[in-house]
């Protein structure tokens, strides 16, 4: 079992960037792919961004080029790195952990609790 925590998020202006973290607890979070979602007011979770177990990355269109996602299996962490950031970020952002690379939320079985981004225009 997995248990993930994350950190980071906030209140930025438009053009501004931001980290997210995610601690995982387990000694086996080196096995999983790892995976970053995001939910808006009356909008379903959405696929942000994720990292396989051997830290390949695949992001979503909306934020290829603008999010970094990378992870550092010593510290059985995950981050977010988020620049140029749009007010149509603005959400709650999960990390979840997954034994297959996978862009549904249905194949996550671990999540956090998530942690606010505020884009201000």
């Known amino acids: 079992q997995v248990q993930l925590a994350e950190s980071g998020g906030g209140l930025v202006q438009a053009g501004d960037s931001l980290r997210l973290s995610c601690a995982a607890s387990?000694?086996?979070?080196?096995?999983?792919?790892m995976g970053w979602f995001r939910q808006a007011p009356g909008k379903v979770h959405e696929f942000v961004a994720g990292?396989?177990?051997?830290?390949?990355?695949y992001y979503a269109n909306s934020v290829k080029g603008r999010f970094t996602i990378s992870r550092d299996n010593a510290k059985n962490t995950v981050y977010l790195q988020m620049n140029s950031l749009k007010p149509e970020d603005t959400a709650v952002y999960y990390c979840?952990?997954?034994?297959?690379?996978?862009?549904?939320?249905?194949?996550?079985?671990?999540w956090g609790q998530g942690t606010q981004v505020t884009v201000s225009s």
């Open positions: 990292t396989s177990s051997g830290g390949t990355p």
């Open positions: 979840a952990a997954s034994i297959t690379p996978s862009r549904n939320r249905w194949e996550y079985d671990y």
């Open positions: 387990g000694r086996t979070f080196s096995r999983y792919n």
